[in-house]
DNA sequence: CTCGATGTTCAATGAATGTTGAACTATTAC
DNA sequence: GTAATAGTTCAACATTCATTGAACATCGAG
């Protein structure tokens, strides 16, 4: 059926959802990490977070950073690729992701490697 | 009791927070109200936004805005004078609430004045 | 002191949230 | 083909969250 991930447009991505996405220390960890993996999306994949929690968690966390146009998901055979959508948020919301970057938790990001 | 109101010292603010407490309509629209009235504290009270919800509500969702740190509630008389904690927020993230308010709902304020 | 106004506290409620484990789908490797 | 890998979906569950109404506390005005 929807084997297609919805991403909202840029337009439609509202403060509310995002910050709400963000009030969660999971998924503003995640974040947080993406954001130090250079630009695109590079070897990011959900199993990347385990250390963050169970698979299930991890689907349910990143399912609704999606759903509120934080990050991009892509398919690519059995992995899903994340990065940030950094243009998106930045056109949105000016200034908003780099000052909860910079503020957010250091992130010690311990991860099976 | 506690009749002293408990507001968290600046650098105990932290991020996750002030997103949880701000990812919330309601919230969201009072700190959005809340910053277009000048700096201090000035006649804006819980009553004031009693457009919003219930006089519990408010309360409700007023004390959460404190205990996060994004305002001040400050005792006068029967009344709360409400006032954003600028300075503080700007202190501990830098540009946060800037970007935040530049890019709040418009906040049609329907006041009963 | 009594009244009216402003908020808080409490218990109850329903909705939303986050976690888990089992089952499942889809892709890749062999 | 089988097996392993990567994620998703589902039902169940416990927790938190937001709202309500009733009762209460506190202050100012008269």
Redo the contacts with the bound molecule.
Sequence with gaps: M??V?HHPSKEDITLPAVL?AL??E??LAIVSILSRHGESERNV????FLNL????????????LREAGIIN?R??????LLSLRRGDLEARFPGFLASVLSAAPAADEEVDA
Tied chains: 1, 2.
């Design positions: 929807t084997n991930l709400g009030g969660d999971t998924r994949t959900c199993s990347y929690g169970s698979k299930t968690a991890l689907s349910y966390h990143i399912a609704k998901v398919p690519d055979g059995t992995k899903r």
